[in-house]
């Protein structure tokens, strides 16, 4: 997934974001304060910008993230269209724009 070995982290029973709450047994983080702490890490490190967190890392148009990601295993491309995401990323996609329900409401659709 990754080129670089990560390190084994071990949940601390205290919030990661630096709010110094008490997490459950097995957490990281209070409910929602792994967003919080990535919020803070994009704006400490790149002003708020995605497009300059991709490109610091060497990802933009002509080098795709997204694409390197299903080359690695980590997520994977709808087997019905061009939508790639992670493995419950693609089971929702496919609940929803390709069960049997969505394609007749489609076709539906598309003949008004």
């Not at 990661?16 to 990281?28: E, H, M, N, R």
């Not at 491309?77 to 724009?97: E, L, Q, R, W």
Request: glycine share 14%.
């Amino acid at each position: 997934m990754t080129t670089n070995p990560l390190p084994h982290l071990t949940p601390t029973g205290t919030c990661w974001c630096g709010c110094a709450k008490k997490t459950g047994p097995g957490s990281f983080f209070a409910p929602g304060h792994d967003k919080v702490a990535e919020a803070a890490l994009l704006a400490v490190e790149y002003g708020s910008s995605v497009a300059q967190l991709l490109h610091g890392h060497g990802y933009g148009p002509g080098h795709s993230v997204s694409a390197r990601a299903v080359s690695e295993g980590a997520w994977r491309k709808c087997g019905s269209c061009d939508y790639v995401g992670a493995p419950a990323s693609i089971a929702n996609h496919t609940k929803k724009a390709h069960s049997t329900a969505a394609t007749a409401e489609q076709a539906g659709g598309a003949t008004r």
